[in-house]
């Protein structure tokens, strides 16, 4: 902890500390290579900043790419609490949609909902993870405007960078699912599937049904189905010998 003087005790200002690098999106769009090593140890490094944070009861709300800063000293470290609750707050106030849509889990956007947690945290940090590795969202790109829709499972990033362990799939994965029951609870429980990494890898995930995904998809099955008869049954009496 440091102590300053102010200089001028009739304003209002904060000091922070200031690390010479670049932020993830910074190098991402500067097309910087990372070893699976090193982006798991970035990882590493935001997991166990949110679980400080989280056993404060803050949650920081806005965690991605542009928020993840490595250091010329190396460190990488959590950046701008600019958004962030520690759950003092007005029930107004936590109920308000803040941060990155495309990182936002899915429960953010369903009518009624309370707000960001430290669910959502992981969520984000765990879009990041899936980016870092693919160079893709999971869900694609989701606009302000937009009503989120999450219907299809993310691929496995190994498919599209082959060079990539499945054990760390199944991480990145398990972080993103579309149900809440199917990610990681806290911190400390992303922070050691990425330590034990191939030695104890987690189970591939579950496939979501397809009626869990689109609530309407029977009745299009079955829509396509009876067009389809109906067109042969219409060639069929076409072709009929008279």
Known sequence: MRVREPRDPSAFYAVFDWHGGRTLEQLLEAGQAFSVEEIVQ???AAARAL???H???VVHRDVKPANLHL???GQWRLLDLGVA???REPPAVRSLHAGTPSYMNPEQWEAGHAGADAASD???LGVTLYRWLSGRLPYGEIEPFQIARYRRDPIAPSRLRPELPIWLDHVVLKAVARERQQRFETAEEFVLALERGASRPLAAPPATPLVARDPNALWKIAFAISLLFNVLLVVWLLFLPR
């Open 85 to 87: 609750i520690s759950g």
């Open 51 to 53: 679980g400080r944070l």
């Open 55 to 57: 056993r404060q009861r």
């Open 122 to 124: 992981l969520y984000a």
């Open 71 to 73: 250091g010329d000293d």
């Open 42 to 44: 970035g990882t590493l």
